[in-house]
């Protein structure tokens, strides 16, 4: 298990779960879509905060990144 503090109030008596999430994006042309992915979600038994780590964020670029591949326009050979 990940090594991981409560950024509110320190305890290490918190676990990880994984959830699913989804967001808002746009290509590079403007035109907007959502991204559905799954994320890490920590939550604290002390406190009870929940929140998403660099994990999230790392996972959330890597889903944008794959969407943009999957929208781009084929590109027929010349």
């Given amino acids: 298990m990940h090594d991981n503090h409560c950024p509110k109030c320190g305890s290490s008596d918190v676990v990880a779960r994984t959830v699913s999430d989804q967001f808002r994006a746009a290509d590079p042309r403007g035109d907007t879509f959502e991204v559905a992915l799954q994320v890490l979600m920590w ?3 002390a406190c009870n905060l929940c929140w998403q780590g660099q994990e999230a964020v790392a996972a959330m670029e890597t ?11 084929i590109r027929s050979a010349a």
């Fill in 43 to 45: 939550s604290c038994r």
């Fill in 63 to 73: 889903a944008y990144q794959n969407a943009l591949v999957k929208r781009s326009p």
